[in-house]
């Protein structure tokens, strides 16, 4: 009796044991910290006045063929949560593009040049421009995702969260994020914070929402939730492809 009430024992303590998460190892903590994410807004096909805000296919195609010519694979925020929690391994000089506020232009200037060098990129949309003049319609999201591209949540009308004490979640993520699974037929799990401002109350409604992945800026990751405080870079309209590289290496270290 002693002996089978302890094999039972040691039985159930060994299911517990096998359900405690294990920690996640420091390298990939640092991983996080050196992968380099992209940001863009406006594409614009003629020439314009460069800046974080806005660039031209020219300079973007050049920032592109520069990457591309110097190693680096597009992946997307599932192949950063799944390398995070299961160690599956992510390419050397692995990076994501990213692009905010649900331009036309994100369809009919950026995407068509990802895929010609041979990337996928993450488009967030802010979904009070949905199916608006110069902005992406319905139609366009689900072929961007059908393309292998990568569709997030960027609020509804772009509030600063950080700033706001009172933001209504239902409106500003839960409604978005049901519509863009309603459009693409897919759970939306990636987001990124309006003017990259998050505090410790939009990482809990993040995560009561099923998100996954959120971007900021340039700000310090927060360690207990590296995945819902990834860094990201915008990048200015005029830095040629070796700039774009040299602040790259600079920023994720």
Same mark, same amino acid.
């Given at each position: 009796?002693?002996?089978?009430?302890?094999?039972?024992?040691?039985? +159930?303590?060994? %299911?517990?044991?096998?359900?405690?998460?294990?920690?996640?190892?420091?390298?990939?903590?640092?991983?996080?910290?050196?992968?380099?994410?992209?940001? &863009?807004?406006?594409?614009? !096909?003629?020439?314009?006045?460069?800046?974080?805000? &806005?660039? @031209?296919?020219?300079?973007?195609?050049?920032?592109?063929?520069?990457?591309?010519? @110097?190693?680096?694979?597009?992946?997307?925020?599932? !192949?950063?949560?799944?390398?995070?929690?299961?160690?599956?391994?992510?390419?050397?000089?692995?990076?994501?593009?990213?692009?905010?506020?649900?331009?036309? /232009?994100?369809?009919?200037?950026?995407?068509?040049?990802?895929?010609?060098?041979?990337?996928?990129?993450?488009?967030?949309? $802010?979904?009070?421009?949905?199916?608006?003049?110069?902005?992406?319609?319905?139609? /366009?999201?689900?072929?961007?995702?059908?393309?292998?591209?990568?569709?997030?949540?960027?609020?509804?009308?772009?509030?600063?969260?950080?700033?706001?004490?009172?933001?209504?979640?239902?409106?500003?993520?839960?409604?978005?994020?049901?519509?863009?699974?309603?459009?693409?037929?897919?759970?939306?799990?990636?987001? %990124?914070?309006?003017?990259?401002?998050?505090?410790?109350? @939009?990482?809990?409604?993040?995560?009561?929402?099923?998100?996954?992945? %959120?971007? /900021?800026?340039?700000?310090? $990751?927060?360690?207990?939730?590296?995945? +819902?405080?990834?860094?990201?870079? $915008?990048?200015?309209?005029?830095?040629?492809?070796?700039?774009?590289?040299?602040?790259? /290496?600079?920023?994720? !270290?």
């Amino acid at each position: 009796m002693l002996t089978l009430r302890f094999c039972i024992l040691f039985i +159930l303590g060994s %299911a517990v044991a096998g359900s405690i998460a294990q920690p996640i190892p420091a390298e990939r903590l640092q991983r996080l910290r050196q992968l380099p994410v992209l940001c &863009y807004h406006n594409i614009r !096909q003629d020439a314009v006045t460069a800046n974080q805000l &806005y660039i @031209s296919t020219l300079q973007l195609k050049r920032q592109l063929q520069t990457l591309r010519d @110097s190693g680096f694979q597009s992946v997307l925020p599932d !192949q950063v949560h799944a390398f995070y929690y299961e160690g599956t391994p992510l390419p050397s000089k692995a990076f994501l593009i990213t692009f905010d506020d649900a331009h036309l /232009q994100h369809a009919t200037l950026a995407a068509p040049l990802l895929e010609r060098y041979g990337f996928r990129g993450v488009f967030f949309i $802010m979904s009070v421009t949905l199916n608006k003049k110069g902005f992406l319609n319905e139609q /366009q999201i689900k072929e961007l995702h059908q393309r292998g591209h990568t569709i997030g949540a960027h609020t509804w009308d772009h509030p600063n969260l950080a700033k706001s004490s009172s933001v209504n979640w239902n409106l500003q993520l839960t409604k978005p994020k049901q519509q863009l699974e309603r459009i693409t037929g897919k759970p939306v799990t990636s987001f %990124a914070y309006p003017y990259g401002a998050w505090n410790r109350a @939009s990482l809990q409604e993040l995560n009561r929402r099923g998100i996954h992945t %959120a971007f /900021q800026l340039t700000n310090a $990751m927060d360690s207990a939730h590296p995945l +819902l405080t990834l860094r990201r870079l $915008m990048i200015h309209g005029n830095w040629s492809g070796p700039v774009l590289l040299t602040r790259l /290496q600079s920023v994720f !270290q």
